[in-house]
């Protein structure tokens, strides 16, 4: 072999090892997103206090021992044991009706936490059908569908759910089904936002070149929709999703307060704020309602913390 032939020889060999160190830095899309995730503080923050909810609300009730119902008395006293001060028996004192606050606020924690991801799936769900179909068809279908939308927008929510209360109170209907009458109404009533995101992203992906494709292989609508063109818009869902969470755990905080949502003895974070009603009572037991509203606070601030990480991780123009 020249001399000729072994620069040509080394070349090679130099060329094949710089692809391979380049195909060793691709980054797939996956782990980009991740990587920019993982670059944001807050959202770290965010997570560990989730994690740290999630834990505390349904892990914890498993090792207090109490629950959430059980009053107890002052055998001394011969009465209900009110306004226990924090101690080594009751960690975050005793309520109004003699209840064990700290079991309460992690009972409380597990329902407003079921409710946000419970309304959020019913809200996913319902957008994502009504929004992929209005966004495809077009035409006739998708006026019809906006047009649902806008009714839907037009309903005052909060007469409708006082309404709605009154008739469940009327009715006697059990404190625990309460619950799914209320997570059921939060649901209908929210997910308009996301079909017609759903909508406006379909409208501009159907006529792309890989839907053409689709079309041409004689795949069925259905698939068409929700193999092809749903998935490029799980993005956008999850950090819809996300933050929606936080503002649903404040409304059934706030409708709790009202007297609508979850109803005593059912323990929420919203109805314990709301049997601390007295101005006496607010100024001179602050441990039975400032953990709950602290708790609220917290894990909205965490789901925004993390909902703001997802949407500027998932930015494509957000640098690597």
């Known amino acids: 072999m020249n001399e000729k ?26 782990q980009l997103v991740l990587k920019r995730f993982l670059r944001n503080r807050l959202s ?18 498993f090792f207090t021992g109490y629950t959430p119902e059980e009053v107890f008395y002052d055998i001394a006293a011969d009465e209900i044991a009110m306004y226990l001060r924090p101690s080594a028996i009751h960690w975050m004192g005793t309520d109004g009706n003699g209840m064990d606050i700290m079991t309460r606020l992690m009972h409380g924690g597990r329902i407003s936490l079921t409710i946000g991801f419970v309304v959020v799936t019913v809200e996913l769900l319902i957008g994502i059908i009504l ?24 309903i005052p929510f909060l007469p409708v759910v006082l309404i709605i209360g009154a008739i469940v109170d009327e009715l006697n209907i059990d ?64 950090v819809i999703a996300t933050l929606g969470l936080g503002g649903i755990i404040l409304t059934e905080a706030a409708l709790s307060f009202l007297g609508f949502g979850v109803r005593y003895p059912v ?54």
Request: proline fraction near 4%.
């Open 5 to 30: 032939e072994k620069k040509v020889q080394e070349q090679e060999d130099l060329g094949a090892q710089a692809l391979e160190l380049n195909l060793e830095k691709v980054i797939t899309p996956g």
């Open 44 to 61: 770290i923050i965010g997570i560990v206090i989730l994690v740290s909810m999630f834990l505390f609300a349904f892990i914890g009730p």
């Open 131 to 154: 929004g992929g179909l209005a966004g495809y068809y077009g035409g006739f279908v998708d006026a019809l569908i906006m047009r649902f939308v806008d009714i839907i927008n037009s």
């Open 175 to 238: 404190k625990t089904k309460n619950i799914y009458i209320l997570m059921l109404v939060l649901g209908l009533l929210g997910w308009t936002g996301i079909a017609r995101m759903v909508r406006g992203q379909i409208l501009s992906l159907r006529e792309q070149e890989f839907m053409v494709a689709t079309e041409a292989t004689g795949l069925s609508i259905s698939r068409r929709i929700f193999r092809h063109l749903i998935p490029n818009v799980i993005p956008q869902l999850i």
């Open 267 to 320: 323990p929420s974070w919203g109805n314990m704020i709301n049997a601390v009603n007295e101005p006496f009572i607010l100024k001179t037991y602050l441990f039975t309602w400032v953990p709950a509203g602290l708790l609220i606070f917290i894990t909205v601030l965490a789901f925004n913390f993390v909902g703001d990480g997802l949407r500027d991780a998932f930015d494509p123009k957000m640098k690597r």
